[in-house]
């Protein structure tokens, strides 16, 4: 409560002198264990602002949202850790001006939050190097170490049969704040890269391509994962891509905004085992 | 994935095998093709459907379908032609396609111009670039039974010369006696040779002031063109009532039932397209 | 005098039906979603929960669905047209709201041209619908002036009686009468009352909505920016929704040969109206959902004297940003 009252003064102090149009927050939801995005642009609406435990939706993405930014204005927007690794690889994929963003950091434990020190991703360098070193330890979920016991043509079977549920309805990459591209591969159809049918062929195709755009630049917030409507695990691929990009090429992303895109950049001394 | 096939159902979403019996260039990546029907009991139909200002759904195996609307009169149902400009995927295979390959056509789909009730009266045709096509359903529709109208206009512009369509017909039109056209091209459009004029339609329109007397008329063109063109005509004395035009929207179905057509609470492929410039109004201007 | 259906005789039920050459179709809880899907045994239905996760839709109107298999030759072209495979079904356990859905599009897919696709289907399967003794927090259906007994698109509806003994039968249609005569060994007659339906209370106020909706100055109010601007755009509201029915029609395969399918579309997506040219009609998230909320109060009711939402909550109670009908429709009593 103390931390929610506290970031309620600072976003009014912070709108008033005209540091931000605006700040993006949580505010209750259509049940007492639901958030709501807010957008708060008024004193009024900061009253709306919620900071709690079941604030989780990573909300970065609505940054990219077209215009939001090109004023050159600043904008706030409260985030957790990886949610600040987001800001940064936007950064470095030149989608935002780090310069336009004040980070109301928290995170929690429990049902206590807490609130991070400092405003621009840069202040968080450190904290984010410490979660790099040591990741916050979370439960192993049974349905994990059931995955990560198969073996490949198992592992095949088990993700065909869990995507022959998808209903191609988008809410993963729409949920996603890495999936700004104002196009998306599925929908070119000069050629038709990805089929748009919503069978197994088509939902495998659509998962696998999603994952691989994913991978070096998935921060695990989990709004994939929570936006499914079919409860597809689609946070267990991409904890798997991210663990496969930091063994295979030393880079846990969105560390800073100016850290190289792992897909996009070469190394002399990468590793090249995944050439056949 | 088990799936049967059966044959005995009628399946409204089967379109017709059509021939390419003739093609032609109209304009920098715009062509004509005249198709005619393979299965004489799809052409029973057409024939016995098809009236000026319907549309049709042109396609290719493996690509997908267009809609766009059957540019021929309803008087030479024989055949089909269409003219498209080559932009997506299935214009693309469209254009791609020779004389004597393939193609489908589902429809004739929608409403139509009421002709019927235009006998007796004037006609002023107003188009602009590529939408032409619709608008010459209905002057053909009209000229092959000329008897039964009273004076017939043409204005028609295009961006440039070479962006005008149906040149050989505008030829035509400009030497028969009982019809006046109007040509224009935008300002920086025309050619050292170019005989008529220069200037945007609503400009070229009000110049030729044609009289809203017992007048009936039909616009074709871009949104902008149309846009200005209703003020134009207002200003002329036209009533929205007299005055139709035909709207395009994106469709899948043609039939009503995968709802991406509607403007407001109207299916442009099941009420539409040809409407009335009243009831053009009456719909939220930001969905068109 | 009322005829009553012992839960003990389910097993029964589905058994006699199957061997009548009925698929048995229910609500059933899959590992990780629940769904309408078929069942062997009487024990496989879930009959307890509020209402499934997906809707009764899909076994309409799937989202892929094959329609035709082309052959391009030398000179000709041969298709084939795909029919889904022909079997009778019942349909036991459904929600008032899905039975509803079905009945709500029914015109939609009815009107001059038929669409043999959904109405195939739909002479095919008897619905058997169970009255809602529970609900939760997303329930709309009295909001709608539907309830939690309601018989529309129903065959035959079933009241439960307490500690979970069975249903009270009410047999509304003669498709519905025929399906129970195949069972009616295993009915007894009785005066048992069977247990009230739950109260749902009321969301916001329809007739002020629609009224709200049809008024042309409301089409370009700031409303509609503000209610969406968290609309992330995905489909998930639509393609669960009982009665949303858009859809796309795309090839798969090559020159030669391959599939046209129907596929599920949404009213959410940009696509969905853009235009060859780069014109959209609806080119913000905000006119998309306008059209979404427009289309289901104000036009198809205008079309089809009905409106198109039968108050299952799956759009507000899946959405990931906590959007939905009932928040709108909410907000615009309001206005």
Known sequence: MITQEKYRTTVKELLANGTIKMAIGYRPGSTSDRRRPLFIRTSEEADQLVLDSTCITNLSGYLVAEGLLSDEKRVGIFLRPEGIRSINILAAEYQLNVDQIVIFGFDSTGREVRPLQGQTTSDFSALLSEIRENPPLTTKEPLLERIEKMNAKERFDFWQQEFSRCIKCYACRQACPMCYCRRCIVDSNQPQWVNTSSHTLGNFEWNVVRAFHLSGRCVQCGNCDRACPVNIPLRFINQRMAKEVVDGFDHFAGLSPTQEPVLASFKKDDTETFIL | MTETIHNAQPNIYKPAIMKIVARHDEAPGVRTMRLEFQNPADHEQFKKTFRTGMFGLYGVYGEGESTFCVASPETRNEYIECTFRQSGRVTSALANADVGDLVTFRGPYGNRFPIEEFHGKNLLFISGGIALPPTRSVIWSCLDQREKFGKVTIVYGARTVADLVYKHELDEWQKRADVDLVLTVDPGGESPDWKYRVGFVPTVLEEAAPSPDNCIAVICGPPIMIKFTLISLKKLGFDEKNVYTTLENRMKCGVGKCGRCNVGSVYVCKEGPVFTAEEVSRMPAADL | ?335
């Open chain 3, 1 to 335: 005098m009322t005829r009553i259906l012992f839960s003990d005789k389910l097993d029964n039920c589905v058994a006699k039906w199957r061997s009548a050459g009925l698929t048995v179709i229910g609500p059933v809880q899959g590992e990780s979603l629940s769904s309408y899907a078929t069942v062997e045994k009487g024990t496989d239905l879930h009959l307890g929960m509020v209402l499934p996760d997906r809707s009764l839709k899909e076994l309409f109107f799937p989202q892929t669905e094959p329609m035709l298999r082309y052959t391009i030759k030398k000179n000709e072209i041969e298709t084939a047209d795909f029919t889904p495979p022909s079997a009778q079904r019942i349909i036991f356990g459904a929600r008032p709201c899905d039975a509803s859905g079905l009945a709500i599009d029914d015109p939609l897919f009815g009107w001059d041209y038929k669409d043999e696709y959904w109405f195939q289907r739909r002479n095919e399967s008897v619905i058997v619908t169970i009255a809602c003794t529970k609900a939760d927090d997303f329930c709309l259906c009295t909001s709608l002036k539907l309830a939690p007994d309601s018989t529309k698109g129903t065959d035959v509806l079933l009241r439960p009686l307490d500690k979970n003994r069975g249903w009270l039968v009410e047999e509304l249609t003669d498709r519905g009468r025929e399906a129970f005569a195949i069972i009616s060994e295993y009915l007894q007659e009785s005066s048992e009352t069977a247990l009230p339906t739950v109260e749902v209370p009321e969301k916001f106020n329809l007739d002020a909505c629609v009224a709200w909706l049809q008024n042309p100055e409301n089409f370009d109010s700031k409303f509609w920016k503000e209610i969406s601007m968290r609309c992330i755009g995905c489909a998930s509201c639509t393609y669960l929704c009982p009665t949303c029915h858009c859809f796309d029609i795309q090839d798969e395969g090559d020159t030669y040969s391959g599939i046209r399918r129907k596929n599920w579309d949404s009213c959410s997506f940009a696509l969905f109206t853009m235009h060859t040219s780069g014109h959209n009609p609806r080119s913000t998230q905000s006119a998309r959902w306008r059209q979404r909320i427009m289309h289901k109060f104000n036009y198809f009711p205008g079309k089809f004297s009905v409106n198109s939402c039968s108050g299952c909550g799956r759009c507000s109670r899946q959405c990931p940003v906590d959007m939905g009908i009932t928040e709108t429709l909410q907000e615009i009593s309001k206005l």
